[in-house]
């Protein structure tokens, strides 16, 4: 059995293991979360998504207090995991990133406290006599979220910790380079949440806190303004709705008209609407799936470089995104590249530019002689790292219709997607040296190990043997696909003048099919402002109904 052989029996994925999602679009809610309770363990490595997940399903189930339950714990365990064990790396080195504890992505606490808070906000509504205490338990997570944003946008960047191990400090120094152009990855760091203080303002102007509505809504149209919105690929109507927010709290807050004054360039004051507001908020598809392909790594003699060349897999258009994936990141694609393949004697990587990385070693070439890393590399070695999809816009538009009558269209005002697949490429040249890194170390150390059997000597045997070791690390190296796999692809965002009362609000989604997914609830709007959220799935028949009473229900 060699590597390449052993692919496809080990590419196996996250989502292939678990299809609770699937099932949650189904409306079959029950099941998904008994598959997440199969899949994962409260007290095992996955036990973050173990809460995550359930904090999801319970949110559609309308069951809110035992949501806020998962979403305390997954929190608490954000927490613990500031300092990763040095026991865990090394499990890392010699093993691979799904044996370790899954950790999560730093946007994911922020989701974390919206998801709590809108919570609290749905029980407020639910239980009347506590509604007051509800509405203050939900600010109180927007504030310690201003917190965490704070420390997030003081960040100057983080370094990757050096083993304490030599061998693998040895073999990631040959690795050391990084792969993708220094111009592709600038300005897609997760700095801020532009999305997160505008919700907060929301919640902030529902409760009555006007002063704290307005530092909400001026960080939010900053981002918004300074950036976020073009990071994100998000319509120019948001920041202008967050400048009409913030004018609308100055307004009521008075006192402001200085302020007002340098606003009007933005959005003038008259035209703000002073009056009861509803406020929707659509939770639209699902997060984009990670998933994993495969590279090989050879050691090439002649030119004395390493040579990955990856190996696409699945459907037509899966390989074509796997292959444009590598060209994007790590192929020999510039002239520079190339030119250097070319003086090297190396016609066919010349060739097969789009399809190579080579990495020239030069002096340590003998320095990896001397490791094992040549001769364990003699029958190849496979890596596995993560790709994501790009997007395969499916929607044409989402309009609000209020008694009958079309009143706006729903905008995004946050996209999830955008936000994982940058994550996904700013860790991606970390990720593919570590993996280098990890899969060479359990080569070597096998090697050292069939050294000290004496079947080195002997050529038969020494072959079987190398090919034996070869297949078994093919099998154990993987990619981390996990992920917070329930998470909608992007937040739209509506805001209408509504009298306080009753009103059936109906979501029209308009898909490029031409099909149309409607979505009706009675919506009670109280006070200056009022707050409704649905969870929308494309690939379903069975749609979730959402009101202010009851967020996430399904029909």
Same mark, same amino acid.
């Given at each position: 059995?060699?590597? +390449?052989?052993?692919?496809?029996?080990?590419?196996?994925?996250? #989502?292939?293991?678990?299809?609770?999602? %699937?099932?949650?679009?189904?409306?079959?809610?029950?099941?998904?979360?008994?598959?997440?309770?199969?899949?994962?363990? /409260?007290?095992?490595?996955?036990?973050?998504? =173990? !809460?995550?997940?359930?904090?999801?399903?319970?949110?559609?189930?309308?069951?809110?207090?035992?949501?806020?339950?998962?979403?305390? @714990?997954?929190?608490?365990?954000?927490?613990?995991?500031?300092?990763?064990?040095?026991?865990?790396?090394?499990?890392?080195?010699?093993?691979?990133?799904?044996?370790?504890?899954?950790?999560?992505?730093?946007?994911?606490?922020?989701?974390?406290?919206?998801?709590?808070?809108?919570? =609290?906000?749905?029980?407020?509504?639910?239980?009347?006599?506590?509604?007051?205490?509800?509405?203050?338990?939900?600010? $109180?997570?927007?504030?310690?979220?201003?917190?965490?944003?704070?420390?997030?946008?003081?960040?100057?960047?983080?370094? !990757? %910790?050096?083993?304490?191990?030599?061998?693998?400090?040895? &073999?990631?120094?040959?690795?050391?380079?990084?792969?993708?152009?220094?111009?592709?990855?600038?300005?897609?760091?997760?700095?801020?949440?532009?999305?997160?203080?505008? +919700?907060?303002?929301?919640?902030?102007?529902?409760?009555?806190?006007?002063?704290?509505?307005?530092?909400?809504?001026?960080?939010?149209?900053? %981002? =918004?303004?300074?950036?976020?919105?073009?990071?994100?690929?998000?319509?120019?109507?948001?920041?202008?709705?967050? =400048?009409?927010?913030?004018?609308?709290?100055?307004?009521?807050?008075?006192?402001?008209?200085?302020? +007002?004054?340098? $606003?009007?360039?933005?959005?003038?004051?008259?035209?703000?609407?002073?009056?009861?507001?509803?406020?929707?908020?659509?939770?639209?598809? &699902?997060?984009?799936?990670?998933?994993?392909?495969?590279?090989?790594?050879?050691? *090439?003699?002649?030119?004395?470089?390493?040579?990955?060349?990856?190996?696409?897999?699945?459907?037509?258009?899966?390989?074509?995104?796997?292959?444009?994936?590598?060209?994007?990141?790590?192929?020999?694609? /510039?002239?520079?590249?190339?030119?250097?393949?070319?003086?090297?004697?190396?016609?066919? *990587?010349?060739?097969?530019?789009?399809?190579?990385?080579?990495?020239?070693?030069?002096?340590?070439? *003998?320095?990896?002689?001397?490791?094992?890393?040549?001769?364990?590399? @003699?029958?190849?070695?496979? $890596?596995?790292?993560?790709?994501?999809?790009?997007?395969?816009?499916?929607?044409?538009?989402?309009? &609000?219709?209020?008694?009958?009558?079309?009143?706006?269209?729903?905008?995004?005002?946050?996209?999830?997607?955008?936000?994982?697949?940058?994550?996904?490429? @700013?860790?991606?040249?970390? @990720?593919?040296?570590?993996?280098?890194?990890?899969?060479?170390?359990?080569?070597?150390?096998?090697?050292?190990?069939?050294?000290?059997?004496?079947?080195?000597?002997?050529?038969?045997?020494?072959?079987?043997?190398? +090919?034996?070791?070869?297949? &078994?690390?093919?099998?154990?190296?993987?990619? *981390?696909?996990?992920?917070?796999? /329930?998470?909608?692809?992007? $937040?739209?965002?509506?805001?209408?003048?509504?009298?306080?009362?009753? !009103?059936?609000?109906?979501?029209?989604?308009?898909?490029?099919?031409?099909?149309?997914?409607?979505?009706?609830?009675?919506?009670?709007?109280?006070?200056?402002?009022?707050?409704?959220?649905?969870?929308?799935?494309?690939?379903?028949?069975?749609?979730?109904?959402?009101?202010?009473?009851?967020? #996430?229900?399904?029909?």
């Amino acid at each position: 059995m060699s590597t +390449l052989t052993c692919l496809s029996a080990c590419n196996v994925t996250h #989502f292939q293991k678990n299809n609770a999602i %699937a099932l949650a679009q189904k409306g079959e809610l029950v099941s998904a979360r008994t598959t997440i309770k199969r899949n994962y363990s /409260s007290q095992g490595k996955n036990r973050l998504l =173990y !809460h995550l997940e359930l904090a999801t399903y319970f949110q559609l189930e309308k069951k809110y207090a035992q949501s806020n339950e998962h979403l305390s @714990e997954a929190k608490d365990l954000l927490d613990s995991f500031y300092t990763k064990s040095i026991s865990e790396q090394a499990l890392s080195q010699f093993s691979g990133p799904t044996y370790t504890t899954f950790h999560g992505q730093k946007y994911y606490r922020p989701l974390l406290h919206m998801m709590k808070a809108m919570n =609290y906000n749905a029980l407020g509504t639910l239980q009347p006599t506590r509604r007051q205490e509800m509405l203050d338990a939900s600010l $109180i997570e927007m504030r310690q979220l201003n917190v965490y944003l704070e420390g997030l946008t003081e960040e100057t960047g983080g370094y !990757h %910790a050096p083993s304490s191990d030599e061998l693998t400090n040895q &073999v990631y120094a040959i690795f050391q380079p990084l792969f993708s152009p220094s111009d592709l990855l600038t300005n897609i760091e997760y700095k801020d949440d532009a999305f997160a203080h505008y +919700l907060s303002g929301l919640l902030n102007e529902q409760s009555g806190e006007l002063d704290s509505a307005r530092l909400q809504y001026q960080r939010a149209a900053l %981002a =918004y303004e300074k950036g976020f919105a073009k990071q994100y690929q998000l319509p120019n109507q948001t920041t202008e709705q967050v =400048y009409k927010n913030l004018v609308r709290v100055m307004k009521q807050a008075g006192g402001y008209e200085e302020e +007002l004054s340098h $606003i009007q360039s933005k959005v003038q004051p008259d035209n703000v609407y002073a009056g009861s507001q509803l406020t929707i908020l659509q939770n639209l598809g &699902v997060a984009p799936k990670r998933k994993q392909f495969n590279l090989i790594l050879r050691a *090439d003699h002649k030119s004395k470089a390493l040579v990955i060349t990856p190996i696409p897999m699945g459907s037509h258009r899966e390989q074509q995104i796997q292959m444009k994936w590598f060209q994007m990141l790590f192929a020999d694609t /510039s002239l520079f590249d190339m030119m250097q393949n070319y003086a090297m004697g190396d016609i066919s *990587d010349v060739a097969l530019g789009l399809l190579t990385k080579r990495i020239p070693l030069g002096g340590l070439w *003998d320095d990896a002689k001397k490791v094992g890393l040549i001769d364990a590399l @003699e029958y190849g070695g496979r $890596i596995s790292v993560t790709y994501l999809s790009p997007s395969e816009t499916r929607v044409q538009g989402s309009e &609000v219709w209020v008694n009958g009558k079309k009143q706006s269209e729903l905008k995004t005002f946050y996209s999830i997607e955008l936000l994982t697949l940058q994550n996904a490429l @700013e860790n991606a040249n970390t @990720e593919i040296q570590l993996a280098l890194t990890r899969e060479v170390v359990k080569a070597i150390t096998a090697q050292q190990l069939l050294n000290k059997t004496g079947l080195q000597e002997n050529n038969v045997f020494s072959g079987i043997a190398k +090919l034996a070791t070869s297949a &078994v690390n093919a099998v154990t190296a993987s990619a *981390d696909t996990r992920q917070w796999q /329930s998470l909608p692809a992007e $937040i739209r965002v509506s805001q209408i003048p509504l009298p306080v009362g009753q !009103h059936q609000v109906t979501i029209k989604t308009v898909l490029n099919s031409g099909r149309v997914i409607e979505q009706t609830d009675n919506v009670d709007v109280k006070g200056p402002m009022s707050l409704w959220q649905t969870r929308t799935f494309i690939n379903s028949q069975k749609q979730p109904t959402s009101s202010a009473q009851s967020i #996430f229900t399904l029909e």
